[in-house]
């Protein structure tokens, strides 16, 4: 590989269509206001680097950010990439992946506006995340020990693995499709509406009216705190750990839960039955 140590680099495509470097404290930042330093390019490692201008990374394969520093005004930074590692790396930009392919993030702090979305093969661990609609529409993902926090999280995702997490979001995995949450804090209003195919194992949940229009809603020894009018027109097979405020509803399948405060079912339609104590 081809070393570039201490570089500042603010034009336009500064270097476009590169492969095989690798940058160390380089900044791409100046006021020639350049965009799509490193577009096009391969075979990339950049280590320590600091990015100010947008759109960098787009078309870009094999690529790694090594506790590197993505602005604000880095807008855009990584598109239509594929084999992306960021580990160590604050990435503040708005709207920071889009339509990426292989992508591994550990130990990042991203702050980030509809963060990772069309993206397929995303693996998150150890990491914080903040920003409204995380994740929109993703094809096979996992999150490991990842707080994250912010509205409208995991909308039309499919096939992912969340573990171990503390989420604190609203109006989450709604249309969700094929998605395992295990061991993990998921707290918002309106949570995984219209989801198919949705288990929880050991989670504590809360926030009011979770899991309505579900079909195929599995949830094994959790526990639902704060959650009123849960279960409406769902089909679900649920064992809870611990008391809840009320059930309204539920479609069809099995809810057996320790107390209830209220049980609603003034819908002809609703045939789920629920066990108590």
């Known amino acids: 590989m081809k070393q570039i140590n201490g570089k500042r680099f603010g034009e336009e495509r500064a270097l476009y269509g590169s492969e095989g470097l690798q940058l160390s404290d380089c900044i791409f930042s100046g006021e020639e206001d350049g965009e799509s330093a490193l577009k096009e390019s391969s075979e990339i490692v950049l280590e320590r680097c600091r990015f100010d201008l947008r759109y960098p990374l787009w078309h870009t394969r094999d690529v790694r950010l090594l506790g590197c520093e993505m602005r604000e005004s880095c807008r855009a930074p990584i598109w239509y990439g594929e084999d992306v590692t960021l580990d160590g790396t604050d990435m503040r930009g708005i709207k920071a992946l889009r339509e990426c392919h292989g992508v591994r993030i550990k130990d990042c702090r991203l702050s980030s506006e509809e963060l990772a979305w069309f993206s397929k093969d995303v693996h998150i661990e150890k990491s914080r995340i903040e920003g409204a609609y995380f994740m929109m529409r993703c094809e096979r993902f996992s999150l490991r020990n990842v707080a994250f926090s912010g509205k409208y999280s995991f909308q039309y995702v499919q096939d992912g693995v969340i573990e171990d997490c503390e989420l604190d979001t609203k109006d989450a995995l709604w ?42 809603l599995r949830l094994v ?40 405060g209220e049980i609603i079912m003034d819908d002809p339609t609703a045939c789920g039955k629920i066990v108590v104590g």
């Open 221 to 260: 020894d959790c526990e639902m705190h704060e959650c009123d009018l849960a279960f409406e027109k769902s089909e679900v097979e649920a064992t809870l750990k611990a008391p809840i405020v009320s059930i309204k509803n539920p479609l069809r399948g099995v809810i057996t839960v320790p107390s209830v």
């Open 175 to 216: 249309h969700a499709k094929g998605v395992t949450v295990r061991n993990t804090v998921l707290r918002g209003e309106y949570l995984a509406w219209y989801s198919e195919d949705l288990t929880l194992i050991n989670c504590k949940i809360y926030g009011t009216q979770p899991f309505c229009y579900c079909k195929k």
